[in-house]
């Protein structure tokens, strides 16, 4: 695995740390905080639940294989190790420095894949994706600073590339809209969505770049 424990390069979008507060709604520190009491603090590696969304994504994917795959807020690594089967290389990047490095040590046999520190929307790697895989990522802006995101996924995703996005149903007091507002959100950008998954729990929608 190649590792990379400062942030990725960043394109033309590139925006400091003191601009991050206008887009993002979310104490960054809380994340590295939780990560270092608990090094895993929402049961990635081993909640059946988990285990089960991780399945449904990579098994929903439209091909068989991608070229490169952007993953934010990839936490500990577990999806991103699965997303590495199927895909030539895997950019991913989360906010603590905890995760990444328990990612890294998970996912150390793996070539195709590089891990740094870094958010969105101050840290886009360079370069374009075929696929962009957003798991349980975007609560944490609002309706109306979501579609900024968004907008800058779009001009990184090559023509009929996939956006996956996968998010739980259910509150917490710490995310700003729900699994299905984002879903909303992200949908009045890209149009419908070619795959649609719903269950009890969570939702998972793909869209097609045209």
């Not at 033309?12 to 709604?25: C, P």
Request: glycine share 8%.
């Amino acid at each position: 695995m190649r590792c990379v424990s400062t942030p990725v390069p960043v394109d033309g979008l590139h925006h400091t740390s003191h601009h991050w507060g206008w887009l993002v709604q979310v104490d960054l520190a809380q994340f590295e905080s939780a990560y270092q009491d608990n090094g895993d603090p929402w049961s990635f590696a081993t909640s059946p639940y988990e285990q089960h969304k991780y399945d449904v994504t990579v098994a929903s994917l439209p091909r068989p294989r991608y070229k490169r795959c952007f993953e934010p807020g990839c936490s500990i690594g577990a999806l991103t190790g699965r997303l590495a089967r199927r895909v030539d290389e895997v950019v991913a990047i989360d906010a603590s420095a905890t995760a990444v490095a328990a990612a890294m040590d998970r996912l150390r046999s793996l070539d195709n894949v590089s891990i740094s520190v870094g958010s969105l929307p101050g840290q886009w790697p360079t370069g374009t994706f075929d696929l962009i895989v957003w798991s349980e990522l975007g609560y944490y802006w609002d309706a109306a600073e979501l579609p900024t995101i968004i907008e800058q996924a779009q001009v990184r995703l090559n023509p009929e590339g996939h956006f996956v996005a996968v998010h739980w149903l259910g509150h917490s007091s710490d995310h700003l809209l729900g699994g299905n507002d984002v879903h909303a959100v992200i949908g009045q950008a890209l149009g419908t969505p070619i795959i649609r998954h719903l269950e009890s729990q969570f939702v998972l929608d793909i869209w097609e770049l045209r």
